[in-house]
Nanobody
Framework: QVQLVESGGGTVQDGDSLRLSCAAS????????MGWFRQAPGKEREFVAS???????SYADSVKGRFTISRGNVRDTVYLQINTLKPEDTAVYYC????????????WGQGTQVTVSS
């Protein structure tokens, strides 16, 4: 059974930093990618960042410069460093994975809540 488990969310103050973690088990995603999405209250889920096995990284324009995605030393782990948090970053953050180009984000974690208070 494939599982993606996120951790690291919480309630923080405007301007604080957080690091989210995601660990996958049950299969490897070598050749594919892992990424982060988020869903704010009343809004659709949106792409945040992704990192491919090749090392190629992509960010949503809204988070460039404040968010950093990276792979862990343990295979199939990924982190999201979030700096200078803003109230508009409040959302449930989901880890996702895909098995290769064109395969789609077929694997999802349960999400971790990030709440930023002003």
């Amino acid at each position: 059974q494939v599982q993606l488990v996120e951790s690291g969310g919480g309630t923080v103050q405007d301007g604080d930093s957080l690091r989210l973690s995601c660990a996958a088990s049950g299969r490897t995603f070598s050749g594919g990618a892992m990424g982060w999405f988020r869903q704010a209250p009343g809004k659709e889920r949106e792409f945040v960042a992704s990192i491919w096995w090749s090392g190629r990284i992509s960010y949503a324009d809204s988070v460039k410069g404040r968010f950093t995605i990276s792979r862990g030393n343990v295979r199939d782990t990924v982190y999201l460093q979030i700096n200078t948090l803003k109230p508009e970053d409040t959302a449930v953050y989901y880890c996702a994975a895909n098995t290769g180009p064109g395969s789609g984000w077929g694997y999802w974690g349960q999400g971790t809540q990030v709440t930023v208070s002003s």
